[in-house]
Antibody, heavy 117, light 110 residues
Framework: EVQLVDSGGGLVKPGGSLRLSCAAS????????MTWVRQAPGKGLEWVSS????????YYADSVKGRFTISRDNAKNSLYLQMNSLRAEDTAVYYC??????????WGQGTLVTVSS | QSVLTQPPSVSAAPGQKVTISCSES????????ISWYQQLPGTAPKLLIY???KRPSGIPDRFSGSKSGTSATLGITGLQTGDEADYYC???????????FGGGTKLTVL
């Protein structure tokens, strides 16, 4: 069974840092591109960042460029999102997603990041 | 900046058909494949349509997708109360090297 388990969320002060993790199992992690998508409370989906299977290609939304860093460890079947200089507007549920545009899409359960003083 | 525009809400009666539009502000949609997601309250989104009109395995043929010019459409027939959810279109904009989602459409089954 394909599983993506998101973790690392929590409460952090503005300007602080947080590192999200996504543990993948049940599929060959190394062959899939992976993506982080976030959803602010009561709001829509926002694409955050994507990384290719071998980390050759990495892309960021303008809203997080220069502050967030996506990475993966294929030996550990894990995806990460290092978030620095956090702002109130970064408050959201963050989802780890396999093959976000399909057809073999799978989403994690999400982890909540709250940026507040 | 590529923007996908969806109506905030649509509604229809059980058993009826509804369509949800997704329009792009630039001409890039002609080169992009549209995906559609369903998000039930409190759950992660679920892929309904990819590559404009293809259904992943397990998605019933009540759900369909199409695209014409700069506009894509999700169709749902035989509406059920369980279809009440938020629906999002999305795409990888290759010209911007960025992903983008529409603002979402709330479907109410009256």
């Amino acid at each position: 069974e394909v599983q993506l388990v998101d973790s690392g969320g929590g409460l952090v002060k503005p300007g602080g840092s947080l590192r999200l993790s996504c543990a993948a199992s049940g599929f060959t992690f190394i062959i899939y591109s992976m993506t982080w998508v976030r959803q602010a409370p009561g709001k829509g989906l926002e694409w955050v960042s994507s990384i290719s299977s071998s980390s050759t290609y990495i892309y960021y939304a303008d809203s997080v460029k220069g502050r967030f860093t996506i990475s993966r460890d294929n030996a550990k079947n894990s995806l990460y999102l290092q978030m620095n200089s956090l702002r109130a507007e970064d408050t959201a549920v963050y989802y780890c997603v396999r093959d976000v545009w399909g057809p073999e899409t799978s989403w994690g359960q999400g982890t909540l990041v709250t940026v507040s003083s | 900046q590529s923007v996908l525009t969806q109506p905030p809400s649509v509604s229809a009666a059980p058993g009826q058909k509804v369509t949800i539009s997704c329009s792009e502000s630039s001409s890039n949609i002609g080169n992009n494949y549209i995906s559609w997601y369903q998000q039930l309250p409190g759950t992660a989104p679920k892929l309904l349509i990819y590559d404009n009109n293809k259904r992943p395995s397990g998605i019933p043929d009540r759900f369909s997708g199409s695209k014409s010019g700069t506009s894509a459409t999700l169709g749902i027939t035989g509406l059920q109360t369980g279809d009440e959810a938020d629906y999002y279109c999305g795409t990888w904009d290759s010209s911007l090297s960025a992903g983008v989602f529409g603002g979402g459409t709330k479907l109410t089954v009256l």
